[in-house]
C-alpha cells in the first residue's frame, strides 16, 4: 500500500523558520520528482517547489530565497525547509511524489504563521 506522508507543520511567529518532512513508502518504483503545493482557506491550490531526480530544485517566486527542497534519496523522503516565514504562508501543505506510474499524495501538514 503507497502511503505519502507530511509532517513538521505547525504554529510559528513571523520571521520563523519550519522544515516539513514528506515519507513515501510501498512505492515500488522509482520517485522522478517530488513537488510541494499548499492551499490557503478559500484559495486554490498552489505549487510551491519540485525537485526533480538529478536535478535543482524549482519554486514560486513567492518563496523564492526562502524555501529550500531536498532529498534524501536512501530514505524516500523530501524536505521543504521554510525560512523567514510570512502570515501569507499559512496554508495546508501537501506532498505529492511523482513517478511513472502514477503521483501519489499526502494528506497535508498546516503551517501557521501568526503575525
Known amino acids: 500500500q503507497v502511503q505519502v506522508v507530511e509532517s513538521g507543520g505547525g504554529l510559528v511567529q513571523a520571521g520563523g523558520s519550519l522544515r516539513l518532512s514528506c515519507a513515501a513508502s510501498?512505492?515500488?518504483?522509482?520517485?522522478?520528482?517530488w513537488t510541494w503545493y499548499r492551499q490557503a482557506p478559500g484559495k486554490q491550490r498552489d505549487w510551491v517547489a519540485t525537485?526533480?531526480?538529478?536535478?535543482?530544485?524549482n519554486y514560486a517566486n513567492s518563496v523564492k530565497g526562502r524555501f529550500t527542497i531536498s532529498r534524501d534519496n536512501a530514505k524516500n523522503t523530501v524536505y521543504l525547509q521554510m525560512n523567514t516565514l510570512k502570515p501569507e504562508d499559512t496554508a495546508v501543505y501537501y506532498c505529492?511524489?511523482?513517478?511513472?506510474?502514477?503521483?501519489?499524495w499526502g494528506q497535508g501538514t498546516q503551517v501557521t504563521v501568526s503575525s
Open positions: 510501498g512505492i515500488i518504483v522509482s520517485i522522478s520528482a
Open positions: 525537485l526533480a531526480s538529478g536535478g535543482s530544485g
Open positions: 505529492a511524489a511523482v513517478s511513472r506510474i502514477g503521483t501519489y
